[in-house]
């Protein structure tokens, strides 16, 4: 009973060690290791992150493994919560709810990872601050800059054609390419982080906006 006690014990403790000196690597995902705070690195002067691919790797038991996504990831800023404001040329206040579509950069891996504290939240802000500038500046493709007053009664064909609102609306693919062109300018991979692609999901108007267009769309429709 006693030798058998000490064969699943060893047994036990060999199954630990196992699980605590190997690790796996997802398809799509790289990882590095880090022992007691340092990330390990090649060898030389300025060595660089010694990276582990997809499958099964040997590590030391005191080591920790911190595996990154490599493939496209999105970044929702929508909701009550995520949903980002801005003003716009005419001076209406609109919300937009978006995605962001965004790849680690395997060349500049360590800065992504320590470059920054919390990479995603300064790249975030940092978005924020190019959307409301965009949005503020963005024009008809004619150039001739929107204005339109919401106190003011709103006829259809202020509706199909006219404000800042009803142009964004009308022209989001080419404020899409804007954005995401000001952003790959501005962004560029300096974070670690390459943008494929901004999509703009929703844009919502003032409530006193929304209200006056959709009086104006009921009147349209009992004209009819």
């Known amino acids: 009973m006693l030798v058998l006690g000490i064969f699943v014990g ?45 499958g099964f790797h040997m590590k030391k038991p005191w080591q920790h493994v911190l595996a990154v996504p490599m493939m496209e990831q999105s970044l929702e800023l929508s909701g009550e919560e995520g949903g980002r404001s801005a003003m716009a040329d005419d001076g209406t206040v609109l919300r937009f709810d ?4 965004y790849q680690p950069v395997d ?4 800065q992504f990872l320590f470059g920054l504290r919390a990479p995603l939240e300064h790249i975030t802000s ?13 024009r008809s493709p004619g150039g001739s800059p929107s204005s339109a007053s919401t106190s003011d009664a709103l006829s259809a064909d202020f509706v199909a054609q006219s404000g800042s ?8 693919n080419l404020l899409n390419a804007h954005i995401a062109d000001f952003a790959k300018a501005q962004i560029g ?5 390459r943008f494929n692609a901004v999509d703009l999901t929703d844009i919502l108007p003032p409530d006193e906006l929304a ?4 009086a104006v769309i009921h009147a349209q429709y009992e004209a009819e």
């Open 165 to 172: 609102y009803a142009l964004i609306r009308r022209e989001r």
């Open 126 to 138: 940092l978005f924020t601050c190019l959307l409301r500038n965009e949005i503020a500046n963005f």
């Open 189 to 193: 991979d300096r974070y670690g982080v």
């Open 211 to 214: 209200d006056a267009l959709n």
């Open 10 to 54: 060893l047994a036990a403790y060999l199954v630990f060690v196992a699980m605590r000196c190997t690790f796996r690597v997802q398809e799509g995902h790289v990882a590095v290791l880090i022992t007691f705070g340092a990330v390990e690195k090649t060898a030389g002067e300025h060595g660089a992150l010694r990276r582990y691919g997809p």
């Open 107 to 110: 060349e500049q891996l360590e």
């Open 98 to 101: 978006s995605i962001l579509r």
